[in-house]
């Protein structure tokens, strides 16, 4: 039969165990540290500028079509709505990295990395993209030339703006992400 192991043979034998596999255990846990600081030395730091926008409707405008008859026009509603909708657009989008030339930034960083952070980063990548690429010389793939203007406007709409209307009010919060404090205001 058998018999009933006591909490301290259990304990001395969860610690040969341990005490065995000290230096699988150790290797693991630097490696896991090593891989956390790395990740976060990768990633680019983000600068955040917030404003608040307070939307007011027209103000009330009387039309004229006769001496006599005087006709207000109809109030319009959700303009808070309507200017979210605006700010959210791909023309608007454009229209940001048009004029602060985002699609250069992004091809400068890519083309030629200037810290040491966006050259691991190239390398990286290309150290993952070494198959397609092998495909692409090889004939199997068709190589595309990077669209840069593309890729700054999806990442402006994607990654760099924030826009949320508060519930109930005409009041927007605009946050915009950026990798300098100017940028981004």
């Given at each position: 039969?058998?018999e009933?192991?006591s909490?301290?043979t259990?304990?001395?034998?969860a ?10 255990i ?13 990740g ?6 983000q ?7 307070l939307v ?17 026009t ?14 959210t657009s791909t ?12 699609d250069e930034?992004?091809r ?13 980063k190239l ?12 495909a ?5 793939r068709?190589?595309?030339p990077?669209?840069f ?10 990654d ?6 508060e ?12 990798d ?6």
């Amino acid at each position: 039969m058998q018999e009933e192991k006591s909490p301290r043979t259990i304990l001395r034998y969860a610690g040969f165990v341990l005490f065995r596999r000290k230096w699988l255990i150790i290797t693991l846990f630097l490696f896991t540290l090593f891989s956390f600081v790395f990740g976060t030395f990768l990633i680019t730091p983000q600068w955040e500028a917030t404003a608040k926008l307070l939307v007011l409707q027209n103000p009330k405008q009387q039309m004229i079509l006769f001496n006599d008859l005087v006709a207000p026009t109809p109030a319009t509603k959700d303009v808070a709505n309507d200017l979210v909708e605006i700010l959210t657009s791909t023309a608007f989008a454009t229209e940001i990295v048009q004029q602060y030339k985002l699609d250069e930034r992004k091809r400068e960083r890519a083309q030629n990395p200037r810290t040491l952070r966006d050259k691991i980063k190239l390398f990286l990548v290309k150290v993952f993209r070494s198959p397609f690429l092998l495909a692409e010389k090889l004939g199997l793939r068709k190589a595309k030339p990077p669209n840069f203007f593309a890729q700054a406007v999806e990442d402006f709409l994607e990654d760099m703006e924030d826009i949320a209307l508060e519930e109930g009010t005409s009041t927007i919060t605009l946050s915009i992400w950026a990798d300098s404090p100017q940028l981004a205001v």
